[in-house]
């Protein structure tokens, strides 16, 4: 037999309230839900009275993607104590996962799939950290699998084509908008204007076949280095 708790669900959704509910009813009896609320305004109201063991929340309340996680940061600041599980339909918007778990929540639990079991509610209760259903445990394990994929095939690039620390700078500033001569005040690049021109021809020579390398420009030697993964695009940072 679980050890009693009790229960506070942040729910706009009268359907999927009803839902829950009958999900801790059935699978969940020693929790005890003490309060369920609508809005940021009726949860302070319940708080106002008792704390929960388990906040249990879904941050789309009132078409806002964003209150939910307001409402996680400041729970979790002013009631550390409380455990904090979000519930939630954003399948699409991992960004506000990143933000919620940023926020403090102690995990993540998506409206879709197996939904939410009695596992998530237990481990989380018992003081595991990132605690997440199926449905977020597919989409982590997918992005953990393409960041390795990427790092991968971007340090069988830089050895490939022989890309030492100054090549990734050069290249990383020229996709980033910046001309040689701003490239060559960095600190990070202790090359004048005249270097880089001739690291820029090297660079050519090193990634384009001999038969495409006349007439390459800027643009073109960045859209390569994208390419063969030498930089990231998504994951582009200007040195001082």
């Not at 009813?25 to 008792?50: C, F, Q």
Request: glycine share 6%; with cysteine; net charge negative.
């Amino acid at each position: 037999m679980e050890k009693q708790f009790t229960v506070i669900i942040v729910e706009d959704a009268k359907l999927e309230l009803k839902g829950t509910e009958e999900i801790f009813r059935t699978e969940i009896p020693e929790a005890d839900i003490i309060g369920v609320a609508s809005n940021e305004n009726e949860l302070d109201a319940l708080l106002g009275k008792a704390l929960p063991s388990l906040l249990l929340l879904d941050w789309g309340l009132g078409g806002s993607t964003t209150v939910g996680v307001d409402i996680c940061r400041r729970v979790k600041k002013e009631f550390p104590a409380v455990k904090v599980l979000v519930f939630t339909g954003e399948l699409l918007n991992e960004k506000l996962w990143v933000d919620v778990l940023d926020a403090g929540a102690d995990g993540i639990t998506l409206k879709t799939g197996e939904l939410l079991t009695k596992h998530e509610i237990y481990n989380v209760m018992a003081g595991k950290r990132n605690v997440f259903n199926q449905p977020v445990l597919e989409k982590i394990v997918e992005r953990f699998r393409e960041a390795v994929m990427h790092s991968s095939e971007h340090k069988k690039s830089l050895l490939e084509y022989d890309i030492d620390r100054y090549d990734e700078c050069f290249l990383r500033h020229l996709a980033l908008g910046y001309t040689k001569e701003m490239i060559a005040s960095l600190k990070s690049m202790p090359f004048g204007v005249k270097s880089l021109e001739k690291r820029q021809a090297d660079l050519i020579a090193r990634l384009f076949p001999e038969s495409e390398q006349r007439g390459i420009n800027v643009t073109r030697l960045v859209v390569r280095a994208i390419e063969l993964q030498i930089i990231d695009a998504e994951n582009l940072e200007a040195d001082e």
